[in-house]
């Protein structure tokens, strides 16, 4: 397997007046932040690029023309889609009209398969190079989905080291660029100031619960967290428990939330002592963080009959996958009550604890297996060394 570090600069070819246009594709929160960084670093090589796609409030305040919001897109479990599946053909009519009426030169997915595999092999057969960025968990499930990733992906960049040879072994032309999470800066506030400035007591830890960046999910996980709170707090009387909203979440989806609501964006995972988060990137972002976490997951009945059926994996949590051990307990549908994830994250407020020191030990191990930080940069170069090759 190559590291990130392989991938070598290219010099970004003179697109003259004909500045390139590029279509980014991201449906889900995680996949706006990246996609944001990302536009960032093509505009650095390419300042009259013109990008435009689908995502969030992130990348379009990076100059990202979007045809469809997170708002429409964030549908996540077999059932749900079903239920949304009028808007996404009509999407696709949309999204396909206008690789070619707006003669894009790159498409560039970000993970979000059920959307972004029919639009990779749309423009792959139109004649648009494809550069998948964050490649969707094959080897998770659907591993037919390799040969579909080899034959409509020019490029394949994936952020998690054991992909590249997975993905490789299948026939996809798969680059290890490093993940993007490296890249973000540290909070600038020390701890104390940053919790009067959000009216907690510096003197008191502070457990964030993280209930999900799409409102079916805070549906599911908001009063099972705060139930989880509530027991946390009858134990631990200075326990501080606040809720993570993401950027761009409308808070009226947490309508009747017990404990405060904080910007997740601010820091809240690098500052807070302990976490009880929503499976997906939040779990990684804080073995990152070296923040210990409980890890939760909750989907629709229905959904969750089918995805017991097709999923084999030995854990659903990113930064266990990452470190191929149960680094963080993780509770799943019937599983998680409130009284398992309160005695689960209890130890995690001791400072010296056990439980906490063998956490931030097995993070440390996944900081270190995913190098160091450029992701966006690197992507930016394999989208300039595809668009030099043209269309």
Known sequence: MTGPASIQASAAPAFGAAAPTIFISAGEESGDLHGAALARALRERYPAARLIGLGGARMQAEGVQTLAGLDELAVMGFVEVLKHLPFFIQLRKRVFAALEAERVDLVIPIDYPGFNLRLARH???????????????????????????????????????????????????????????????????????????????????????????????????????????????????????????????????????????????????????????????????????????VVVYRMNAASYALAKRVVKVPHIALANLIAEDRVAPEFVQDAATPQALADAVLPLLDADSEERRRMIAGFSRVRERLGGPGASRRVAELAAELLAKGR
């Open 123 to 293: 423009a792959k057969a139109i004649g648009i190079p494809v550069l998948y960025y964050i490649a969707p968990q094959v080897w998770a499930w659907h591993k037919s989905r390799v040969r579909d990733l080899g034959r409509d992906a020019d490029e394949v960049a994936v952020v998690l080291p054991f992909e590249e040879d997975f993905l490789r072994k299948g026939g996809v032309n798969a680059k290890f660029v490093g993940h993007p999470l490296l890249d973000r800066a540290d909070p600038e506030l020390p701890r104390d100031e940053w919790a009067r400035s959000r009216g907690l007591d510096p003197d008191r830890p502070v457990l964030a619960l993280f209930p999900g960046s799409r409102a079916q999910e805070v549906g599911r996980h908001l009063d099972l967290f705060s139930a989880a709170a509530d027991l946390v707090v009858r134990r631990r009387p200075d326990a501080q428990p606040v809720i993570g909203v993401p950027g761009g979440m409308d808070r009226a989806v947490y309508a009747g939330a017990r404990w405060p609501l904080i910007d997740s964006a601010g820091g809240l995972l690098q500052y807070a002592a302990a976490a009880i988060a929503k499976s997906g990137t939040t779990t990684l972002e804080a073995g990152l963080a070296l923040t210990p976490l």
